[in-house]
Nanobody
Framework: QVQLVESGGGLVQPGGSLRLSCLAS??????IGWFRQAPGKEREGVSC?????????????FYADSVKGRFTISRDNAKSTVYLQMNSLKPEDTAVYYC?????????????????WGQGTQVTVSS
């Protein structure tokens, strides 16, 4: 059973940075994703990586067009932690951010493909 706990959210000014962390148990062999949901909007995939992402150049990753060049996902299996580094934040990045895991890799980073979810952490970008 995978258990996920996010942290690192908060209030930041436009142009600022935040790093989200997802402490996860039992991550070996699982694809991991960061998703977000703004009020009144559908949950969307921000970035996803396959289980082999850091161990093989054939590992897969996905970034939403809206965050490419600004956000970076990484995983440290030794620390059982997945990170989302968010730079050049914009007001439209404001949302609850969720970490999720699934036993299979899907290249489109779709929220309904993921079985295990954390409780979410709020990110607010505002001046």
């Amino acid at each position: 059973q995978v258990q996920l706990v996010e942290s690192g959210g908060g209030l930041v000014q436009p142009g600022g940075s935040l790093r989200l962390s997802c402490l996860a148990s039992g991550l070996d062999g699982y694809a991991i994703g960061w998703f977000r949901q703004a009020p009144g909007k559908e949950r969307e995939g921000v970035s996803c990586i396959s289980s082999s992402y850091i161990s093989s150049p054939d590992g897969n990753s996905f970034y939403a067009d809206s965050v490419k060049g600004r956000f970076t996902i990484s995983r440290d299996n030794a620390k059982s932690t997945v990170y989302l580094q968010m730079n050049s934040l914009k007001p439209e990045d404001t949302a609850v951010y969720y970490c999720a895991a699934d036993a299979t890799w899907g290249s489109n980073c779709l929220y309904y493909d993921y079985d295990y979810w954390g409780q979410g952490t709020q990110v607010t970008v505002s001046s």
